[in-house]
């Protein structure tokens, strides 16, 4: 016998707009339409895409002002080390492509994980003995920041949970509330002593039946910290604990001043599985460039066949990373100089002295010293500057008076400190340091403990 159902179609701000449909063993039969249907427009944006929030351009798309028309603007805030000019590429990175661009042979479609030879090139540039890697155990990606994005969609569903930084790049929350993650933010313990190390009780307190993984970065942008061995060594107990996978945001790695250590996190433990992600944008001075990467580490075959295979699916959406990058990786890798390294993060650790000496001298300032990446985090000692609610008052009006422009660390969930970037030339950042100190100079009070004090004296 034949079971009939009415079925009504139509947008519930629409109730004109009724489709019938006669359904008779499971085939759906349409009747047409109602009579007084009229088409309408109705275009709405996706519920993704609503989700869809930058803290850092929510923030600094608010901060209407205008700069100090006599004096010229100094951005400190911009992640792009290639802006000023002052710190270009490698002349091997730059043949390496006029090389591929001339051959006309990486033109086409590559694979959408990547060419095999180029995904070869990558493992034998960071396998090692205490992680090693295969071809196969690599993904290429369109920048580091697809890297992530590939390997938090494989590793957590809606409704689960990742454990963030806090302060930590803003990036990581953006893409999970666009999948529905929700996240949750482990705090860094402040500095000197713990130099932003993970606060490790707070962080495995966080953990529950419905947390997909565990982000760590380092080195850490914004703070500019590199985690010690032992430090991640304890990370990484925290996760065995928890049976809680990895996702390391490496793309910092190597860049670290010369009294410091970079030690991946994969390299200290067998058991607990890391997406290791990274790329060439911020060692190699070529962010435009999109060229990223997802290493694989997963020697007790933890994440199996399954994780392998959709990170496979989820990079066929785009079809994988330029082929012209591509076709010239293996030559930047292993035909760039150390020298090059090495000069670069001379300027960076300059720059850094510089900066650090300079706002320390500053009253009501607190600069904490990186050991590496591009950043330095700077308290501000609220106190001392009663007229501004936050930090991000603090610099609109840092940028009105001025023309400096430094982000407020409310765009990394840590308010009342700003942060710096280190990549701009020298006499930029003692022309603004030199205008941060005008700034602070007119706008300090002293506490008023600290004035009765003084009376009494």
């Known amino acids: 016998m034949d079971s009939y159902l009415i079925q009504v179609n139509g947008h519930r701000d629409h109730a004109a707009m009724l489709d019938v449909h006669l ?19 109705a275009v709405r944006a996706s519920e993704m895409s609503k989700k869809t929030f930058n803290p850092v351009r929510a923030i600094v798309d608010s901060m209407k002002v205008e700069p100090n028309p006599k004096k010229a603007m100094i951005s400190l805030s911009l992640g792009d080390p290639t802006v000023f000019g002052n710190l270009p590429t490698n002349d091997e990175v730059t043949w390496a ?54 390997a938090l969609a ?25 999948m529905g993650i929700e ?38 942008n914004p703070c500019g910290s590199v985690f010690s061995k032992r430090h991640l060594q304890k990370i990484l107990a925290v996760a065995s604990r928890q049976c809680v996978p990895i ?39 070529v ?35 330029c082929t012209l990058v591509q076709g ?9 100089p150390p020298e090059f390294y090495h000069n670069t993060l001379s300027i960076l650790k300059s720059n850094a002295d510089l900066c650090y000496t300079a706002l320390s001298a500053i009253p009501g300032l607190r600069p904490v010293w990186p050991d590496g990446a591009m950043y330095l985090m700077v308290e501000i000692e609220m106190e001392h500057f009663p007229e501004f609610e936050n930090d991000v008052e603090f610099t609109e009006r840092l940028i009105s008076e001025q023309s400096v422009f430094c982000l407020p660390a409310t765009c990394f969930e840590y308010p009342n400190f700003f942060c710096v970037v280190i990549t701009v030339p020298e006499e930029m950042i003692l022309e603004a340091c030199s205008h941060i100190q005008e700034f602070c100079e007119m706008h300090y009070q002293r506490a008023e403990g600290a004035q009765d004090l003084e009376c009494d004296k």
């Not at 359904?23 to 339409?33: C, E, H, R, V, Y």
């Open 97 to 150: 492509m006029k090389e591929v661009l001339d051959s006309g042979s990486c033109n086409g479609y590559a694979p959408s994980v990547g060419y095999q030879s180029c995904r070869e090139a990558v493992a034998v540039y960071y396998t090692c003995p205490e992680a090693p890697l295969e071809a196969q155990d690599v993904i290429l990606t369109s920048g580091c920041s697809q890297a992530i994005e590939l």
């Open 183 to 220: 996240v949750k933010l482990y705090n860094l313990l402040k500095y000197p002593e713990k130099a932003w190390e993970i606060d490790l009780k707070h962080l495995e307190s966080l953990v529950d039946e419905k947390t997909a993984c565990l982000i760590v970065n380092n080195p850490s």
């Open 328 to 336: 010239a990786l293996e030559r930047i890798l292993h035909r760039t």
């Open 287 to 321: 962010p435009g460039w999109r060229m990223g990467w997802i290493l694989i580490h997963d020697r007790r075959d933890i994440f199996g066949n399954e994780i392998r295979d959709g990170l496979v699916r989820l990079s066929q959406r785009i079809l994988g990373p």
């Open 23 to 41: 359904k008779t063993n499971g085939n759906s039969i349409p009747l047409g339409k109602v009579k007084g249907w009229k088409p309408r427009w």
């Open 247 to 285: 996702l390391a945001d490496e793309i910092y790695g190597d860049m670290v001043f010369t009294d410091c250590k970079f030690k991946p996190i994969a390299t200290l433990s067998t058991d607990v599985p890391v997406l290791s992600c990274g790329g060439l944008a911020k060692r190699w001075l």
């Open 154 to 178: 494989v590793l957590a569903n809606p409704g689960q949970n990742i454990l963030v930084p806090r302060p930590g790049f803003s990036l990581y929350k953006t893409l999970a509330l666009s």
